[in-house]
């Protein structure tokens, strides 16, 4: 399990540094049965802070905190998620991420565990 959160890890700081980069507003949510979120203003070290942390709970998508840090953009955003293919209400945020899709861009970057 720690191999895959390193991983995670790493590919959240790769997307989040690319952004910041290029100039874009940034905010993070990283997530397992609970979650912990930024702003899109707070600072960039609470930013990174927040990419690093680790539950090694269930992973159950935020579908409410994604939703409250759009409504606070008024332009397409890029979403970029990073999971470890263990979503357990998968059903219900497939929906809403298609309504997202819709307005704003959508990555899922899937670990796969294989023996």
């Known amino acids: 399990m ?9 590919a959240s700081f ?3 540094l690319n952004a910041r980069r290029t100039g874009g507003d940034t905010a993070a ?14 600072p ?3 930013k990174e802070l927040v990419l690093s942390v680790r539950f090694d709970e269930f992973t159950i998508f935020p ?3 994604v939703k409250a840090l759009l409504l606070e953009k008024s332009e397409p ?6 999971t470890d293919d263990g979503w357990q209400n998968l059903y219900e945020a497939i929906p809403f991420l298609e309504e997202l899709r819709m307005e704003h861009k959508i990555n ?8």
Do not use: P
């Not at 720690?2 to 790493?10: G, P, T, W």
């Not at 949510?29 to 203003?41: A, C, H, L, R």
């Not at 955003?77 to 990073?82: E, Q, S």
């Open 77 to 82: 955003c890029f979403i970029i998620m990073i």
């Open 2 to 10: 720690r191999k895959v959160h390193n991983e995670a890890s790493v």
């Open 29 to 42: 949510i990283t997530f397992s049965t609970g979650f912990v979120s930024t702003k899109w203003e707070d």
């Open 63 to 65: 579908l409410h905190e």
């Open 108 to 115: 899922i970057f899937q670990e796969r565990r294989i023996l």
């Open 44 to 46: 960039e070290e609470f």
């Open 14 to 16: 790769i997307a989040y």
